[in-house]
């Protein structure tokens, strides 16, 4: 089965039950859907696979992707989309190296999303009026959103064959247009 937005939430409902995570999955997702887009493919498909890409974080945290694969594919996920979810901890947790514009979108935008979550809970306005000159100089920040691992990121960036501010700018996008959702919104005036 090929994944779908719809399909990944109804896989992850048992699986992923804290509201960060929820948030992280929504975050991932929106950025794939934009990165989808950019690249001309089906953005619902790739949103499945972001929403899916931590299916074991909360249950494995310590062991985040060594069930994952098995867990899957028995839910009779395809197996283009488990390689997909497999690759972005490449390096870190996983040898599965992003090879698709899919997988390798996947293994930057996963920590990169974190750092433009952490820089639009600081605007008034939120991740709404964000421009990419903000998050470029966050990102130069090391100490700033310092659990995001920047080298990844760019890692990431260079197997796409994009530059970070373009990159950062699609997913921003990405992720504007379902500011409330993933409360990144409009903060509201006491």
Same mark, same amino acid.
């Given at each position: ?48 696979? $972001? ?6 974080? *909360? ?5 985040? /992707? ?5 867990? /899957? ?52 306005? $939120? ?28 890692? $990431?960036? *260079?197997? /796409?064959?994009?530059?970070?501010? *373009? ?15 993933? $409360? ?7």
């Amino acid at each position: 089965m090929k994944l779908t937005l719809e399909k990944a939430k109804e896989l992850n409902k048992e699986a992923v039950k804290e509201d960060h995570l929820i948030i992280h999955s929504l975050n991932v997702s929106y950025a794939m859907g934009a990165m989808a887009e950019h690249f001309g493919a089906d953005a619902d498909h790739w949103m499945g696979v $972001g929403y899916l890409h931590d299916f074991d974080y *909360e249950k494995y945290p310590e062991e985040h /992707l060594q069930h994952t694969q098995d867990e /899957l594919l028995a839910l009779g996920v395809d197996e283009e989309d488990v390689r997909a979810v497999m690759s972005h901890g490449y390096g870190i947790c996983t040898d599965v190296k992003p090879e698709s514009d899919m997988e390798k979108s996947l293994f930057t935008v996963d920590e990169l999303t974190g750092i433009i979550q952490a820089c639009a809970r600081m605007r008034p306005n $939120g991740i709404t009026d964000m421009k990419v000159k903000s998050f470029m100089k966050k990102f130069k920040d090391k100490k700033f959103a310092a659990g995001c691992n920047r080298d990844v990121i760019l890692q $990431g960036c *260079e197997m /796409l064959g994009m530059e970070l501010s *373009e990159v950062a700018g699609i997913c921003i996008e990405g992720m504007k247009a379902h500011a409330d959702e993933i $409360g990144l919104g409009v903060k509201p005036q006491d």
